[in-house]
């Protein structure tokens, strides 16, 4: 099977639900029987598939669903990696490799954080393979707070152990009383990656500052929906500023949320996503819009 080692098997807490492991990646499907459309959702860095818990349900009763693990993340962390270092383009290129695996042509993207720079960097390389895209917590500029603190990871990233400055990097982008659950989730997931692991992942911070200014300067004419928490104080001024620039997008504000805006406010999270997925099928001109209550 060109190389590709596939093991499956059934979920004993889920119909019509299977693990596998192509490869490199790790990653789950739920399937829909009657949609023939697939919702795939990338993590971001320090995560794991495990952060979309709070989606499945809501959105498995619509559609296709496929969660990745990314490099030495969740299950893919035992995984053999043949490189010593990471570019965008290389992890985008394992996303499509499961794809490619389930025959999937094109599929929406849901992602989080970075994840939401590598399904972007997909949408430039691969639209054809792109439906539409949700960016929640998107990063489309580091602001000076971001600069300062990826100057000190760099800094110390050999010095310190990983997690302390993760757990610094997760108080700086979720500081705030309300963002304690997302905080503790991902700080949990952090703690299975290895020092190595996670050098690997910063070394991207270097590369982020062209990737972003070439998709802030070259609009995508692919549906797109930014989800943002109001207290992402890091990100989302930088969103607003873009969604005025750039056409074929939608922005929505969610209030009492942080970045990892689908576990501080799910429900609000995954009615926006429905709703944005329904409207791509029948209606493709969008219109801002900003949810304050």
């Known amino acids: 099977m060109n190389n590709k080692e596939c093991k499956c098997h059934l979920s004993h807490k889920h119909k019509n639900t299977y693990n596998c492991y192509v490869l490199m990646l790790s990653y789950k499907v739920f399937k829909h029987f009657e949609n023939q459309e697939w919702v795939t959702f990338i993590h971001g860095a320090g995560g794991s598939s495990s952060i979309w818990h709070k989606q ?11 969660l990745i693990d990314l ?114 989730i991902f700080i949990n997931e952090a703690k299975k990656l290895y020092q190595k692991e996670f050098i690997r992942w910063f070394a991207l911070t270097s590369k982020l500052n062209p990737v972003l200014r070439l998709f802030r300067l070259r609009p995508s004419s692919i549906p797109t929906l930014f989800i943002m928490g109001k207290e992402d104080h890091m990100f989302l001024p930088s969103i607003k500023k ?18 990892v805006v689908n576990i501080d406010q799910p429900l609000l999270f995954n009615n926006s996503v429905l709703h944005f997925l329904n409207q791509t099928k029948f209606n493709p001109i969008f219109v801002r819009n900003e949810l304050t209550s």
């Open 56 to 66: 499945i349900k809501a959105l498995s009763k619509q559609y296709n669903l496929l």
């Open 71 to 184: 490099r030495g993340h969740g299950n893919s962390t035992k995984m053999k990696l043949p490189v010593s270092t990471y570019n965008f383009e290389l992890l985008g290129n394992d996303i499509l490799e499961v794809l490619d695996h389930l025959s999937i042509k094109t599929s929406h993207f849901i992602g989080i954080s970075l994840g939401t720079i590598l399904i972007r960097d997909l949408a430039e390389r691969f639209p054809h393979r792109v439906q539409s895209m949700i960016l929640g917590g998107a990063v489309m500029k580091i602001n000076l707070r971001g600069q300062l603190l990826i100057h000190l990871g760099k800094t110390f990233r050999k010095v310190i152990p990983y997690l302390m400055l993760y757990r610094l990097f997760a108080w700086v982008i979720m500081p705030r009383k309300s963002h304690r659950t997302s905080r503790n």
């Open 242 to 259: 873009l969604v005025q620039l750039q056409k074929n997008v939608q922005l929505i504000v969610i209030p009492n949320a942080g970045h």
